[in-house]
């Protein structure tokens, strides 16, 4: 008997994992709603990935225009403009926002652009509406968290450095992550004093130490400081604007201040107590490997449920379980040698086991590094070495992890994960015949 309710599926948050999940429900015969309190898209396209990536392209040029000179272009007056390209990225958002509500339209999912809050187990309010759904899914998201010492409200997050009317002069960002790490770096090419603060002594931790440490010292040459085990205590604001910003190891005067310091998810006030939807001490939504909360009739995916907090994590997530929920086609997600990327100057990315886990793990590990000066730095006499590095189990010869900073190393890395995943051995790298002259052939050429 069809159901009596208004919806086969209500989803909440049209980020990267709401949207995917809404459409290919659709697309499976579901009849199908989503709430979007902001901006359809989400983080990822409205104030995360995407944006994010155009200021990392933006803020390169200042390399390459530096660089240029050696190879015998004289760009004279070059000059930056903060809002060119800020206003660029913002309508470029703006696009794309358009192509995700197009892709729903398409597949007759009814948007409502409003707050959307659980009432049930079965049930949301959306305004001053109720609507009733045999299936819900929370897609919510996450946030910036900021510290509570005093002052921090006058600091700003990555939702507000898309916006900013023009660029400080000094920047104290704090986090060691992975979006201290990108923003210092945009900031810092831009012509911007930055110091990157850290309550701990290290950054992008889980990340292999030996391209963590490389990506400390290229920063510090590039100009950005760092203080480490520094916490910050409080704030404050000057008579000219500026802000005082106190840790036990001194102070810093800054005319920004950015929080990096990790992202919470959005549970707050969204009425799970109503369908007796459990979260965790971080306010993530409990789930199970089918990605069902403690509610049977309600799931959740992305990083409201606080898994691995990345895009395609999240739309890996929608997809499954609109195929089990709606396909018939019972899928799960498998975590396993999920490839990351952090989009610094010059990026890092990894995928597998690090070598000290690695160590841990397997005992005897064998571990190959090239360690040089991509061709093109040569000739722009800049001094910054590339690290490719690949650990082997010593037992099974399989590669178990690689890691890699340097010119690209995402898009390298990319193609790299698939050998990892598939648990190839070195040696099958090694009978691979180089494309020469690039950076990518040192895989194949490890001794
Ligand atoms: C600055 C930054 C850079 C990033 N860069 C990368 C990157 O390079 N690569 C990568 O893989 N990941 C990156 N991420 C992480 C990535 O953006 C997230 O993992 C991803 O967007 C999570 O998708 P989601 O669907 O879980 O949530 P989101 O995309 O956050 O979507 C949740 C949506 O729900 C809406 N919402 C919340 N509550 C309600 C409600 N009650 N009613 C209606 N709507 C609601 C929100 O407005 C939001 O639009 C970055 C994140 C940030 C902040
Ligand atoms: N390139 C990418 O894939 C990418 C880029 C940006 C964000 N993201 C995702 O977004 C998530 C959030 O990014 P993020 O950089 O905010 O988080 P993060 O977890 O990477 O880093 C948070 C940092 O803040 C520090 N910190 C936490 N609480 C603090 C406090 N009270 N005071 C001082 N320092 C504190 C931590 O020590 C850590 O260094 C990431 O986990 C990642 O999954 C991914």
């Not at 709606?326 to 610094?344: N, Q, R």
């Amino acid at each position: 008997m069809a159901s009596q309710r208004d919806y086969d599926l209500f989803v909440i948050g049209a980020g990267s994992g709401g949207v995917r999940a809404a459409r290919v429900a659709a697309a499976h015969g579901a009849k199908v709603a989503i709430a979007e309190e902001y901006r359809i898209g989400g983080t990822c396209v409205i104030r995360g990935c995407v944006p994010k990536k155009l200021l990392v392209y933006g803020a390169h040029f200042a390399e390459d225009l530096e660089d240029a000179r050696r190879f015998g272009w004289h760009v004279q007056d070059a000059k930056f403009d903060w809002p060119t390209l800020r206003d660029n990225v913002l309508s470029e958002v703006t696009r794309l926002s358009g192509l995700y509500n197009q892709t729903l339209d398409n597949h007759k999912v009814k948007v409502f652009n409003q707050r959307a809050v659980i009432t049930g187990a079965h049930s949301v309010r959306v305004g001053d509406r109720q609507i009733t759904s045999d299936v819900i899914l929370i897609a919510t998201g996450a946030r910036p968290h900021v510290p509570e010492a005093p002052g921090c409200e006058y600091g700003i997050t990555s939702n507000d450095a898309f916006h900013l009317e023009q660029l400080p002069r000094r920047m104290l960002i704090a986090g060691g992550g992975y979006i201290a790490n990108e923003f210092a770096g945009v900031f810092n090419e831009l012509g911007v004093k930055v110091t990157l603060v850290n309550r701990s002594d290290v950054i992008l931790r889980g990340y292999d130490a030996q391209i963590r440490d490389r990506l400390l010292q290229i920063s510090m040459i590039k100009g950005i400081q760092f203080l480490f085990n520094s916490p910050i205590e409080r704030v404050v604001k000057e008579p000219n604007g500026a802000l005082t910003v106190h840790m036990p190891s001194g102070a810093v005067e800054c005319d920004a201040l950015m929080f990096a310091t990790g992202r919470v998810p959005n549970t707050e006030g969204l009425g799970l107590e109503s369908a007796g939807v459990e979260t965790d001490e971080n306010g993530a939504v409990r789930v199970d490997d089918e990605s069902r909360s403690t509610c049977p009739s309600i799931y959740a995916v992305g990083d409201v449920t606080n898994r691995v907090q990345l895009t395609p994590v999240a739309i890996r997530e929608g997809q499954a379980f609109a195929d089990t929920v709606f396909g018939k086609k019972p899928t799960k997600v498998d975590y396993d040698c999920i490839p990351s990327a952090v989009f610094s100057h010059p990026p890092l990315a990894g995928v597998g086991l690090t070598e000290g886990d690695a160590r841990n793990k397997y005992g005897a590990v064998k571990v190959f590094t090239a360690d040089f000066r991509p061709m093109k730095n040569v000739l722009a006499a800049r001094n910054e070495r590339a690290l490719y590095k690949i650990v082997v189990d010593a037992a099974s010869e399989r590669i178990v992890g690689a890691h890699m900073i340097g010119p690209d190393a995402p898009e390298i890395l990319q193609v790299l994960a698939v050998a990892v995943k598939a648990g190839l051995r070195k040696s099958q790298l090694d009978e691979v015949v180089a494309i020469h002259p690039t950076m990518a052939e040192e895989l194949v050429l490890f001794k």
